[in-house]
């Protein structure tokens, strides 16, 4: 029995060394930093439009891909 309480002891003081939390993980639960407002965007943005191109010849194509 006292070797569990030497243990559970030895193991509560351990923990008391634990860093602090970094800000970026408490930031979420800080009431003083308020609600963001958000903008709404359309679903496409910064799409690009790729439409249907004529057949071309392979070995043009080949040139236009090679350095």
Known sequence: MRNLFLAAMFGLSL?????AAPG???APIDPGRGIQSMRPMPAAT????FKPAG???WRTLNREVTP
């Open 15 to 19: 923990s008391a060394c634990a860093p």
């Open 24 to 26: 970026w993980l408490l």
């Open 46 to 49: 910064g799409l690009k439009d």
């Open 55 to 57: 057949p071309k010849d």
